[in-house]
């Protein structure tokens, strides 16, 4: 298609600033520049914005896809110099200053790459389908239905073998998410399904979380990771640590000698960076994330800068920050910000992070919250989680509607979302 | 498969009534028969109960997924004599008492067939896949996809022409569920959306609403179907009675003379009943639906019950009632009760209607209410509608929840849950 078909910008005289993707980062950075003198376009091929970090709580039926969710244009719709495009960026070109889209060329001024990462298989992309990953809405609504289905099919037979196989579930990854998940697959087979079912017991459920490492929450202090094990012990969780996944078929996981079998894996590991990193012919690291300069840049292109997760930004302490939503949003602050000076002929900003504290959450009443010196554990760090991410929810409405959600799940024990939908039946094996 | 894999249900020693369906008909019959000595076995294809009156609410934006379904697990939850079945009834064998399940076969002593009604394209099966129905969660979500893509495609292209085929929008069928959507759809257009856009202005799009008979609402008193009309016109909806649908292909829609530019038709029109009608091979009406005996059982067998939209009830006026909720719910408890009769060796009863009224709602503050002697119209008319729908919603937690998306709708002029999921992006034209 040709370059006509994509609209212009509103006013086609400002410099056009173009922003791929409206995760953290993209969203943050075109906030920003409301008020600069810049047309700012931001792409994205999915029409929201997610809130990541409770895809977990969509993915195990404790809310809704909406509560975590809001389009990106209802997000944007006061910001006069803002364009959305619902499209899809499949390469740039840096030396002609255009990203190619599905509907045609666009052409920047300054381009902001903030399309991010998913997760990654360890080169076993065969894995993939068996393994559901935790990415997007659709992946955290086909992670709800096959853990829902797996208690509906062990409640559909009677041979034992079977059932016991449907009431097995494995996690792969012991970071935040891998935790979560555990946790509350955790809660929903001891308390939210217990009196439901007539042939089985949801309760016997055996839950078995993987981290190859050799401790849990590898990115927080070593006494949080020890908490996080023993939490999810006392949920009857089994924690296999030092324990590498080499296998994955339709019938079970295979670590190393041991084998476990199960029809149900859901996939916490593993770090892939947007293809784009590479299409940009700059250089990247081992995972695809682009080296960026200090500030933020990519090296020989003051024009183009990348936020969040598809940065590799090694300038403090020689690591890459991690792919964590504050690392994207404070990314986007000086990223607009230097674009601004940028305009106004002022030398840019180095960036530098500055760490608010990690928290993971173990079901519904512990968590772990580092915030440097300070540790906290147990239901106080749940309490600030869930406040934290409560006032973080984009928009009035998703807060009300989750604290009420929240709030009635943990006095009944409930999880409400309960909904298999995507397609009629348990087409597999019963 | 073997029958072994059908689990037995909690006391073998029980008759066994099985239900086939999990909509109003099949789940107030199940919980009528709470304290019945019977065991009860209820069959769904799918996990949840749908509050069918408010799927539009899902399929244009209003409303999640979960706030107007509940899981059949959940809501029996404390019914000690039920058991429910996630599996598809595909035949039933009345003389040897049993129903062929995707899993098994399974015996009954008493059947219960509430598998319902779907939509039908009069022959024109080819339509399906241009022109969705709505009758299941999937479809709403299906529903909400198209629509919401429609105005991204228009945003995505200079075309003029093609900007006014995706402004189009077309629902065929003029009963409740017809001028519900098209309502929807008009003040989505015109307050929803207005400010997002930057190529288009979505409050210029078209919305045609084709009913083939000479008014709106057929089966609502004529005045109350000449306000809805008038209703509809004021909300900038073209309704076009006496206007029969021939042809719907990708690019459009043909009204006999007529042809509408399109790729979005709504399809809210034409009834099939349940294939298991004609499977029990028992007279059918003209669309399949069995034609019970007054006390609701099948000519020649006094032990299956049929009840809801699958059943034609024709001994009060000679016309088959209405494919309401209220005759599936109040047919459940006269069924229920004859159960328990006939256990009783006591002589079964007639099934007689009482019809309560029928409603439909315009837009946010328009509705319609038939009360026989006394209709209801306007905004009365929408609060008596408000106020039953969330009475009659499934659980407390969603009629909360409901309430507060609703009063936020209501003040705000919001769709919030403006998500597309299904697919990453729009595969077709732009």
Redesign the interface.
Known sequence: ?SS???????HADRPRVVVIGGGFGGLTLAKALRRAPVDVTLVD????HVFQPLLYQVATAGL????I???I??I???QRNA??????ARGIDVAERRVHL??GELHYDVLVVASGATHAYFGRDEWKERAPGLKT??DA?AMRRRV?LAF?RA?????RGAQSRQLTFVVVGGGPTGVELAGALAEIARHA?S?????IDPGSARIVLCEGGPRLLPTFPEPLGQYAEHALRELGVEVRTGTVVTGIDEDGVTLGEVRIDTETVLWAAGVSASSLGRAMQVPVDRVGRVLVEPDLTVPGHPEVYVIGDLAAFTHQDGRPLPGVAQVAIQQAGVAAANIVRSLRGLPRRPFRYRDPGNMATIGRAHAVADFGRLQVRGWPAWLLWLLIHVIYLT????R??VL??WS?AYFTY?R???????????SRR?
Request: no cysteine; proline share 10%.
């Open positions: 298609m006509g078909t994509v609209p212009p910008p509103p091929r999915r029409n929201h809704s896809p909406a509560d969710a809001s389009p244009r209802w944007l719709r006061r364009q959305v495009l619902l499209a899809e599905d509907i809405l659709d609504l829902l509906e409640e559909r037979t009677t041979d399904l009196r439901e079912f007539k042939a928009g009035f409405r998703n009300l509607v009420v959600q009635f409930q409400s979302i309960r909904l298999i939908t995507g397609e009629d039946l348990p019963s």
